[in-house]
């Protein structure tokens, strides 16, 4: 028999969320993004549960080519663009869309020969620095783009670094990029999960939802159900240990938490091989048969200990979520000093996953 433990797919849930995003921007046409696997999800499933999607963005070659054999006629955004000559003709012949952030790519599409046109977003970096050209230099690269053969079309683009953050927001960067983008006459997409939320003017042509598809919270501070979000994966396992501890005690590895009292723990299969973030601390929320708890000690590589001093329906065999349906990712999250995307990400390859 196998471990007991599980993550759960609801299509239903990407599919309704986003339906959300939709509807916080109207006139927009919305990228569902689906790198990283469809965040832990599984592209295909996220794919499959988005027939009606106007998009999808990613950065894998090989993942964007597979969902164009599938059968997705759709635009395909290439958010990285690409690292290579061959990798714009494969864009080319597979109708893939291109992001274009640095001067070697502006240079392949200039002098290489093409089967056809490739559409092209032309990212920049408006404060972020991360990817992109400088936003002055706007105006000179749209006019390389209009002049090449290669281009199909042109659209504008950025990434906001404070979205998120009410203090900091996006004004700064928002008026770099208006200031370059001015008097070209190009379609745009600048909104992330947190800006489609809570800044509709930079709606614009397109929106980028992430982490906000699966049903996670772009914000700190906001839950994902305060923003009309379902949680899309659970991630579920069972007690298959019970040990009573008493005053003095302690539980796992180094010894990090001990007894001041007498208890009941539970013993969860669930540990850091399986994605479970080893650094979550002691009171971390853990659900028990229906019931919240908390995390005790240290979490193992394929074990983590659990309170049951106060469930005395818990025994060997209670179902247990480590976070999803009931318990929100972001709060697993915030106890580890991490974020929700990094949990979807990084669920292992050894965990079954079912779609429900």
Same mark, same amino acid.
């Given at each position: 028999?196998?471990?007991?433990?599980?993550?759960?797919?609801?299509?239903?849930?990407?599919?309704?969320?986003?339906?959300?995003?939709?509807?916080?921007?109207?006139?927009?046409?919305?990228?569902?993004?689906?790198?990283?696997?469809?965040?832990?999800?599984?592209?295909?499933?996220?794919?499959?549960?988005?027939?009606?999607?106007?998009?999808?963005?990613?950065?894998?070659?090989?993942?964007?080519?597979?969902?164009?054999?599938?059968?997705?006629?759709?635009?395909?955004?290439?958010?990285?663009?690409?690292?290579?000559?061959?990798?714009?003709?494969?864009?080319?012949?597979?109708?893939?869309?291109?992001?274009?952030?640095?001067?070697?790519?502006?240079?392949?599409?200039?002098?290489?020969?093409?089967?056809?046109?490739?559409?092209?977003?032309?990212?920049?970096?408006?404060?972020?620095?991360?990817?992109?050209?400088?936003?002055?230099?706007?105006?000179?690269?749209?006019?390389?783009?209009?002049?090449?053969?290669?281009?199909?079309?042109?659209?504008?683009?950025?990434?906001?670094?404070?979205?998120?953050?009410?203090?900091?927001?996006? =004004? *700064?960067?928002? !008026?770099?990029?208006? &200031? $370059?983008?001015? %008097? /070209?006459?190009?379609? +745009? #997409? @600048?909104?992330?999960?947190?800006?489609?939320?809570?800044?509709?003017?930079?709606?614009?042509?397109?929106?980028?939802?992430?982490?906000?598809?699966?049903? =996670? *919270?772009?914000? !700190?501070?906001?839950? &994902? $159900?305060?923003? %009309? /979000?379902?949680?899309? +994966? #659970? @991630?579920?396992?069972?007690?298959?240990?019970?040990?009573?501890?008493?005053?003095?005690?302690?539980?796992?590895?180094?010894?990090?938490?001990?007894?001041?009292?007498?208890?009941?723990?539970?013993?969860? &299969?669930?540990?850091?091989?399986?994605?479970?973030?080893?650094?979550?601390?002691?009171?971390?929320?853990?659900?028990?048969?229906?019931?919240?708890?908390?995390?005790?000690?240290?979490?193992?590589?394929?074990?983590?200990?659990?309170?049951?001093?106060?469930?005395?329906? &818990?025994?060997?065999?209670?179902?247990?979520?480590?976070?999803?349906?009931?318990?929100?990712?972001?709060?697993?999250?915030?106890?580890?000093?991490?974020?929700?995307?990094?949990?979807?990400?990084?669920?292992?390859?050894?965990?079954?996953?079912?779609?429900?």
């Amino acid at each position: 028999m196998s471990r007991p433990i599980q993550v759960l797919i609801n299509p239903a849930a990407i599919a309704g969320n986003y339906q959300r995003i939709k509807a916080l921007a109207p006139q927009s046409r919305a990228y569902a993004v689906v790198k990283a696997n469809g965040y832990g999800h599984g592209l295909e499933r996220v794919v499959t549960a988005l027939p009606d999607a106007d998009g999808f963005a990613l950065l894998e070659f090989g993942r964007a080519i597979a969902l164009r054999e599938a059968g997705v006629r759709q635009p395909i955004l290439m958010l990285e663009g690409v690292f290579s000559p061959d990798e714009l003709l494969l864009a080319s012949q597979h109708d893939l869309t291109v992001a274009v952030h640095e001067e070697r790519a502006l240079v392949w599409l200039e002098t290489r020969s093409l089967p056809k046109p490739v559409h092209i977003y032309l990212k920049l970096n408006t404060g972020m620095n991360r990817l992109g050209f400088v936003a002055e230099t706007a105006p000179a690269v749209v006019a390389r783009l209009r002049a090449c053969a290669n281009v199909a079309s042109i659209t504008l683009m950025t990434h906001f670094a404070t979205a998120d953050d009410p203090e900091r927001g996006i =004004a *700064s960067q928002l !008026a770099r990029f208006d &200031a $370059a983008a001015e %008097g /070209l006459g190009l379609p +745009m #997409t @600048l909104a992330n999960s947190a800006a489609t939320f809570d800044y509709p003017e930079v709606h614009r042509d397109w929106v980028r939802p992430g982490v906000a598809l699966y049903g =996670a *919270s772009p914000f !700190a501070h906001r839950s &994902a $159900a305060s923003l %009309g /979000l379902v949680a899309a +994966m #659970t @991630l579920k396992s069972e007690i298959i240990g019970v040990q009573t501890i008493h005053p003095g005690d302690s539980v796992g590895y180094g010894a990090t938490f001990s007894a001041t009292e007498t208890m009941r723990i539970g013993i969860v &299969a669930c540990g850091y091989a399986d994605g479970y973030p080893r650094h979550a601390p002691t009171g971390t929320p853990v659900i028990v048969a229906g019931e919240r708890t908390r995390l005790l000690g240290r979490v193992s590589m394929d074990m983590l200990a659990v309170d049951l001093s106060h469930l005395s329906q &818990a025994q060997i065999g209670s179902p247990v979520e480590l976070w999803g349906k009931s318990l929100p990712i972001d709060e697993v999250a915030a106890m580890a000093d991490t974020i929700g995307y990094e949990l979807m990400c990084a669920v292992a390859a050894r965990v079954p996953v079912k779609t429900i």
